[in-house]
């Protein structure tokens, strides 16, 4: 059975079911990182939201096709690339030196993904391979009217287009047509003509182009990309909000100023991860890398859980009480699933109502659904898999439910796992290997070889387990 998923279109501000062009097939673009820094968890909020819906999508029966674009050419890669070459360097050094850095935090990104358990996507382009079609698409814009060259630049003229606007509300009557800027990020009370490309400066790398060596302006590349990898069409874009204007707006301006029809259909955004009022920001210093967090020891899976656990629209704050709450959280669904993967045992204690744990699995389960349905409300899901929790719970204490009900038990968490990547089977029966090698070391200490005790001891340290040895004698784990 194929579920539809409705979700906010920013375009048209409500809430629709995704239609896709292709019955059963979606095509999805996100706007993938600028790498010239570490990610902070900021961006990874965005990340885990898309993660999170392409997730969902497939589960509920989708093909997904997904886009993300590395953003390897921009105004701070060349800051941060540039500044050790000589001011005689020829292209190919600037290139080499750009390509050294981009390279670098664009393997160190996609450890954060796997670290987090982000599907990687199905087309992961850089910018930089994309630039003679960036060039054709401005050369189509030239040939439509849409754009014109200022000393060795090209601008789009936003008045040539009647839905320039259109994504971010803006009123047309505000706007300075005509005027142009340069700058690839700006507010939208100043909604300008904008860059397409840029004629080169000394000190940067620069492509040929029919307008003479330059590079390529931030907005053009995402055309470029998602229309030659998904085409004319595309069901949905995302990213995070900020991206909204001028990013998207720009790209709606750009794709649907050369095709002469709709090019996206669903805009969806994820709001913003916070640190007390304030967006977290590289541009602030106020920001947490993934690597930062986990040398304070914390979990990424919580870290994962915390953001999803929120609903993407709304502003979330980051805290380390949130993290513990998350820790928790999923603590009480790990010892849930390791539960039903036992057999319980009768204990005939008091409990309030006899209650068909079928039943009742059908009602989380249809509940489940119906929440991340409606505009991915993870939240609303999530409860219902703690009523779960604590209907079956009640009932196993009295009556053990039977290896069926259990089993059907596992597959609904198994199911709504696949979406939030957090307590998978491999956990718990990780969780029953360590106990294990724990007790071998308590036995190796108890016959006093304490050599075998070292070896347990490292084996666990490799699997990424830090023991604690308490006063009492008792001896806790941690992922380290
Ligand atoms: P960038 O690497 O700056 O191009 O950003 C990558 C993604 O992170 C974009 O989709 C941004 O919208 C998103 N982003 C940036 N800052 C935040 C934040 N504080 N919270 C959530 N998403 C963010
Ligand atoms: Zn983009």
């Known amino acids: 059975m194929r579920r539809t998923l409705s979700l906010f279109n920013t375009l048209t501000r409500r809430i629709e079911p995704v239609v896709p062009v292709l019955a059963g097939q979606v095509s999805l673009y996100t706007c993938g990182p600028t790498v010239y820094n570490y990610a902070h968890i900021g961006n990874l909020r965005t990340f885990l939201f898309q993660d999170l819906l392409k997730r969902t999508l497939r589960a509920a029966g989708h093909e997904v096709r997904h886009c993300m674009n590395i953003t390897d050419v921009e105004d701070k890669i060349i800051r941060d690339s540039q500044g050790t070459l000589p001011a005689d360097a020829t292209n190919e050094a600037r290139h080499g030196a750009m390509k050294a ?18 599907q990687q996507a199905d087309f992961l382009p850089k910018a930089t391979a994309y630039v003679p079609h960036m060039i054709r698409l401005i050369q189509d814009l030239e040939a439509k009217g849409l ?235 999530l409860a219902s898999i703690f009523t779960l929790i604590n209907d079956l719970n009640a009932q196993d204490d009295h009556a053990a439910l039977t290896r069926e009900e259990r089993d059907a038990t596992l597959a609904f968490l198994d199911e709504a796992n696949d979406m939030f990547a957090a307590w998978p089977r491999e956990e718990a029966s990780l969780d029953a290997a360590v106990e294990a090698l724990i007790e071998a070391r308590k036995a190796a200490k108890f016959a006093k070889d304490w050599a075998l005790a070292d070896r347990v001891r490292d084996q666990l340290r490799a699997m990424g387990i830090v023991l604690e040895d308490r006063k009492d004698g008792s001896t806790g784990w941690r992922r380290g």
Not at 101 to 118: K, M, P
Not at 367 to 378: E, I, K, Q, R, V
Request: net charge negative; hydrophobic share 40%.
């Open 147 to 381: 754009a014109y060259v200022r000393e060795g630049s090209v601008y789009y003229r936003i008045a040539g287009l009647p839905q320039y606007g259109c994504l971010a509300h803006l009123d047309r009557e505000g706007m300075q047509m005509g005027a142009s800027v340069d700058a690839d990020e700006y507010e939208r009370d100043s909604a300008t003509d904008f860059v397409l490309w840029k004629a080169t400066k000394p000190g940067e790398p620069w492509w040929d182009s029919p307008w003479g060596p330059g590079r390529p302006g931030w907005h053009i590349e995402c055309s470029a990309m998602g229309m030659e990898l998904l085409g004319d069409r595309i069901d949905i874009h995302s990213g995070g909000v900020d991206l909204i204007f001028p990013h998207h707006e720009n790209e709606i301006a750009q794709s649907e100023g050369c095709l002469g029809h709709r090019w996206v259909n669903h805009w969806v955004h994820g709001e913003f991860l916070m640190v007390e009022g304030q967006k977290m920001a590289k541009s602030l210093g106020n920001f947490f890398t993934l690597r930062d967090l986990v040398a304070k020891g914390v979990d990424p899976i919580a870290l994962r859980y915390a953001i999803q656990s929120n609903h993407y629209r709304k502003v979330l704050n980051f805290s380390f009480e949130g993290l513990r709450a998350a820790e928790n959280a999923l603590k009480r669904i790990r010892a849930f699933r390791k539960r039903m993967e036992g057999e319980g045992a009768a204990g005939g204690g008091p409990w309030k109502e006899a209650i068909d744990p079928r039943v009742r699995l059908e009602r989380a389960r249809e509940a489940f659904w119906a929440a991340m349905a409606d505009d991915l409300n993870t939240p609303e899901a």
């Open 101 to 118: 850095l981009t390279d670098r935090f664009t393997a160190i990104f996609l450890e954060d993904l796997d670290t987090l358990r982000v």
